[in-house]
């Protein structure tokens, strides 16, 4: 299983970023799809997950800011930030959840920098 993440980015405080996993496998048969994200020095941290009947669960860093969504038809899986803070700063990473493992995709940098 291999995932590609994309769409990080320079962005001001305030900005939106959308950021993209396309998942090389259907992904309708998998319990869930996550974004992590690590900053320089920290540890990796659950961001947003998506699980497949549609339910979701965020960080309380992203609560209200950012939102996890997917197209099983695609199987891609979107985050959408809105409202950057420079604390977002962070390589993101996706990772599809099966039940011995995490595959976890390559990492886009995001840094929100004025």
């Known amino acids: 299983v291999q995932l590609q993440a994309s769409g990080g980015g320079l962005v001001q405080p305030g900005g939106s970023l959308r950021l993209s996993c396309v998942v090389s496998r259907s992904i309708v048969s998998f319990g869930a799809v996550d974004w992590h994200r690590q900053a320089p020095g920290k540890q990796r941290e659950l961001v947003a997950r998506?699980?497949?009947?549609?339910?979701?669960t965020y960080a309380d860093s992203a609560k209200g800011r950012f939102t996890i969504s997917r197209d099983n038809a695609k199987n891609t899986v979107t985050l959408q930030m809105t409202s950057l803070k420079p604390e977002d700063t962070a390589v993101y990473y996706c990772?599809?959840?099966?039940?011995?493992?995490?595959?976890w995709g390559q990492g886009t940098l995001v840094t929100v920098s004025s």
């Open positions: 990772g599809l959840v099966t039940p011995s493992r995490i595959y």
């Open positions: 998506i699980i497949s009947s549609g339910r979701t």
